[in-house]
């Protein structure tokens, strides 16, 4: 696992879209998974500029989205299905029948994850798995403990994950579970990017880059991926020691 260290948000939101940008001109069809929250947002407004202004395509691109919360309906404004379609997926020209959400209010959620998992493997795999960190560590909502080889399933969310999100729901009450791809599921990807940006990132990234690979440390895991990059800024980056490649 590769760090490297840009000296603000913008320049990491710029690279990480300069990355995913030209996976898609080599491969148009490269199938892509894709992160929600507040760190990719700068990611997103620079592809879409690139859509806009350079004519970079979508339209043959596959999508998966690493998480959504459990019973959400894919019209609730707090749902990762509305937070993509107004960040990214509508503003691009991406194809409806390519792009994959897990649907929080599937009645049978163990059947969604199953269907999950089995378009991924028909879609051939994920290419590029964008990422960003919970001040726990967590990826997508693989919590501190997740098993390191566990598929898209049902998670229970951390009490800390469920603070830092509260304020999108009504009275402060986040949902009590989710949809994640798993942690195998992620690592499968042929590269990782994981993107972190600000010093409430800094503690989780050191212990991520420097401490033991643990499942207790979620984002460790990566450190094993043969071909996984952390794009940090510099507060993200200030608790780390010696030794990281600038
Ligand atoms: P954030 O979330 O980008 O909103 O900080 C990251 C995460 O919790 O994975």
Do not use: W
């Amino acid at each position: 696992m590769r760090a490297r260290v840009f000296p603000d948000y913008e320049a990491i939101s710029t690279a990480a879209a300069y990355v995913v940008a030209g996976r898609l001109e080599e491969e148009p069809s490269s199938v892509l998974m894709l992160p929600t929250g507040i760190t990719p947002l700068g990611m997103y407004r620079r592809l879409v500029e690139m859509h806009r202004s350079e004519g970079l395509s979508f339209a043959n691109a596959t999508f998966f989205n690493l998480d959504e919360y459990l019973g959400l309906a894919p019209d609730h404004r707090a749902s990762y299905h509305v937070y993509m379609k107004e960040h990214f997926y509508g503003l691009i020209d991406a194809d409806p029948a390519r792009v994959f959400v897990p649907d929080g209010a599937a009645p049978d959620p163990e059947a969604e994850c199953e269907r999950y998992e089995a378009a991924i493997r028909e879609a051939g795999g994920i290419d590029v798995c964008v990422l960003g960190i919970g001040r726990n560590g967590h990826i997508g909502f693989n919590e501190p403990g997740a098993p390191f080889d566990s598929r898209t399933r049902v998670v229970a969310l951390s009490e800390s994950t469920r603070k830092v999100n509260a304020a999108d729901f009504e009275a402060d009450r986040a949902p009590e579970r989710a949809i994640t791809a798993g942690m195998a599921t992620i690592f499968d990807s042929k590269s990782v990017l994981l993107l972190a940006s600000g010093t409430n990132k800094a503690g989780a990234v050191a212990a991520a880059v420097e401490d033991e690979v643990s499942e207790s440390m979620p984002a460790s895991m990566l450190r094993n991926h043969q071909s996984a990059v952390l794009f940090l800024d510099e507060a993200a980056a200030s608790d780390l020691g010696h030794g990281v490649a600038g």
